[in-house]
Nanobody, 115 residues
Framework: QVQLVESGGGLVQPGGSLRLSCAAS????????MRWFRQVPGKEREWVAT???????NYSDSVKGRFTISGDNAENTVYLQMNSLKPDDTDVYFC?????????WGQGIQVMVSS
């Protein structure tokens, strides 16, 4: 059974940086895309960034230029480097991995940006 485990969240001051990791355990023979989302309780989950198996990346306008998504297909791990963090980036962050036959979500990890 595949499970995704996020790590690297926490409290950071405005302007600071964090690096989130999402590692998949279990058997995944092929990954199509890896994505990060974020969500404030009571609101819809917001897409943040995508990386394809070929390394093509896309970002939401709200994080473009500040966040960088990267992936390691061999290790089934996706990362999100977050720089120049703002209080508006405070959310629970979720990773999602898509394969030809299934979608997998992580359990979510809290990121708080506050002075």
């Amino acid at each position: 059974q595949v499970q995704l485990v996020e790590s690297g969240g926490g409290l950071v001051q405005p302007g600071g940086s964090l690096r989130l990791s999402c590692a998949a355990s279990g058997s995944i023979y092929r990954i199509n895309t890896m994505r990060w989302f974020r969500q404030v309780p009571g609101k819809e989950r917001e897409w943040v960034a995508t990386i394809t198996s070929g390394g093509v990346t896309n970002y939401s306008d709200s994080v473009k230029g500040r966040f960088t998504i990267s992936g390691d297909n061999a290790e089934n791990t996706v990362y999100l480097q977050m720089n120049s963090l703002k209080p508006d980036d405070t959310d629970v962050y979720f990773c999602k991995i898509s394969t030809p036959s299934a979608l997998y979500w992580g359990q979510g990890i809290q990121v708080m940006v506050s002075s």
